[in-house]
């Protein structure tokens, strides 16, 4: 669906150059939402608005549903946005207009005729869930009914793609958590591929399906979601993803836990994916004779399926601990880690 | 008991001079929003970042509205006989006041404008290229829209120092309350003429401040 090579912008000011976007490649596919994430000043920003040359590129090419952006004219160019949606942080709505007329705007600029931009807009409205709020203006709206209005808006020619440039970083968590199930809520609803840049972990982790890590315009990581949380490489990656987890102390932890508990065994269950679906805690309880004790994990949900980690204690006769061991290596998708006691 | 007061008044001049200075500073103030929007849209176009970023004609269009902003009216409209006539036709009475009136204004609203202009929210222009937006589309539909209070109150502004200037081309022979209070009032010694003029101009200033200043309140939604 997307395509990108060799994608770069140079920044100069005061003879001095400044390269917010480095030789990206990178391939998104169609019904994809795909997240960059990275903190401030890494070139996200940049990067999202290169894709539809509100900032002109400097070098590489951008291939959008079989159509090269980097070579159109202006007024190719023009139609062309017309097919990419773009959301923002501060959502950008004009204020002189109400949320009817805000949403009906890109279809003015398409030359919809008034009529049928009406109708289109009445469904855009109930599709945000802004029905009732169809007169008001935006000041009368709270951050995340501005936001609606924004997707609304971005949604109104029916694009194939929509850009989302820190779209929830102006919004509370509740607000934020909304916004993210209506742009999943549209990504299945209408097959939209979506591109979203974001410094928050918690957006790739609840709605992405890949993810992008970006530094100093770069990417230094990328791949699914699962991969990436499972197995970040990059320094910057770890961090972003202790962000959620929680994993960045847990060699603290580990002692204190075996200092704790010096009975039995402790076992580091580690999930990826579909295993954390699975009854693992309450099968071993009934399979084996022993006893569990949860002492401390975290479990979180990605749109590919569950991913995180648990300490266990396990307390009984020590060849039924090993069997039971075994059995989650070998018959469960969980991985499992027995950590020995220094004591 | 108004004749006590005003002895030397004479209402149908007066009515007429009242008349002469509203016909001046409405077709003036015409005048001055269409060419005062005209410049101060070229101004921010042309400038750095804008649509038509333009370094050499942004300093040409600068500099003009600078130099006649520089120009002190009454000395304006002196200079500017010779244009009026030809334009006109005379140098007398409310149609001759209007070039000075015009050109001695419009930078001035030119300028209001172009500040009203960069107070719109950069973010939501570009929203409307990102839409696909020609730039017609984005001057009439997302720049003028989303400054209009502040290009109304600017033109509130405007039309009050227009009344002055009114006033003051009226000394030199434009007509208008101006006219009125110098030759009927100053030149014979009757004060009661001259300050009767100033309370008419006073509250003419005082109503196009009301109709503004309801205007841009009532267009703000922000």
């Known amino acids: 669906m997307i395509s990108i090579k060799g994608l770069s912008k140079v920044f100069t000011f005061n003879n001095k150059k400044l390269t917010a976007v480095d030789n990206l490649t990178l391939d998104i596919k169609e019904g994809e939402i795909f997240g960059v994430i990275g903190y401030s000043g890494a070139g996200k920003s940049t990067f999202i608005r290169l894709l539809n040359r509100l900032e002109e590129p400097t070098q590489g090419d951008i291939l959008i549903d079989k159509q090269e952006i980097t070579t ?60 009732g709020r169809e007169n008001a203006y935006p000041s009368q709206l709270s951050g995340g009914q501005k936001q ?129 679906n699975q009854t693992l805690i309450s099968q071993i309880a009934k399979k084996f004779p022993i006893d569990i004790n949860i002492l401390q994990g975290k479990i979180t949900q990605t749109q590919a399926g569950g991913y995180g980690t648990l300490f266990v204690q396990m307390i009984g006769e020590e060849e039924e601990i090993n069997k039971a061991v075994v059995f989650i290596r070998d018959e469960t998708s969980a991985e499992v880690e027995v950590i020995e006691n220094v004591n | 008991m108004l004749t006590d007061l005003f002895p030397n008044i004479d209402p149908q001049d007066l009515l007429e001079a009242t008349q002469e200075t509203l ?111 020609k730039t017609r589309t984005i001057i009439f539909k997302v720049l003028l829209p989303e400054s209009m209070p502040a290009l109304v109150s600017g033109i509130t502004v405007t039309s009050i120092a227009l009344i002055g200037y009114t006033a003051m081309a009226g000394v030199i022979g434009a007509g208008g309350l101006g006219n009125h209070a110098h030759y009927y009032g100053f030149m014979r010694r009757d004060f009661d003429v001259v300050f009767l003029c100033t309370i008419l101009i006073v509250i003419i200033v005082f109503i196009f401040q009301f109709i503004g200043d309801f205007i841009s309140k009532k267009i703000d939604k922000r």
């Open chain 1, 72 to 131: 159109l004219s202006a007024n190719q160019l023009r139609l062309a946005r017309q097919d990419i949606g773009m959301i923002f942080q501060h959502f950008n709505l004009l204020w002189s207009r109400t949320v009817k007329d805000n949403i009906a705007f890109p279809l003015e600029i398409a030359g919809i005729p008034k009529a049928k931009r009406e109708e289109r807009v009445q469904e855009l409205i109930d599709l945000v869930g802004l029905t």
């Open chain 1, 148 to 276: 609606r209005v924004g997707i609304a808006r971005a949604l109104a020619n029916n694009p194939k793609v929509l850009l989302c440039d820190e779209a929830t970083s102006a919004l509370d968590p509740e607000t934020t958590n909304a916004i993210l199930d209506l742009l999943v809520d549209i990504n299945k609803k209408l097959g939209l591929t979506i591109i979203l840049i974001t410094h928050e972990m918690h957006v790739i982790r609840k709605i992405c399906h890949q993810v992008a890590v970006m530094e100093q315009g770069k990417m230094v990581e990328q791949g699914n979601v699962l991969e990436v949380f499972s197995n970040p490489i990059a320094q910057v990656t770890k961090k972003f993803v202790a962000q959620v987890m929680g994993t960045a102390d847990e060699g603290e932890d580990i002692k204190s836990l075996q200092e704790m508990y010096t009975d039995g065994k402790l076992i580091h269950l580690h999930f990826v994916g579909e295993s954390t």
């Open chain 2, 23 to 133: 016909y001046m500073t409405i077709l003036s103030l015409l005048g001055v929003v269409i060419f005062g929007l005209l410049l101060g849209l070229l101004l921010y176009l042309t400038n750095k970042n804008g649509i038509w970023e333009n370094k050499y004609l942004y300093l040409i269009i600068s500099a003009f509205v600078n130099i006649f902003r520089a120009i002190p009216f009454i000395i304006l409209i002196l200079l500017l006989f010779p244009f009026t006539e030809i334009l006109v036709g005379t140098i007398r009475g409310p149609n001759a006041a209007l070039p000075a009136l015009i050109l001695g204004s419009a930078p001035f609203y030119a300028r209001l404008v172009e500040i009203a202009l960069i107070e719109v929210d950069k973010g939501v222009v570009e929203a409307a290229k990102s839409m696909g937006a």
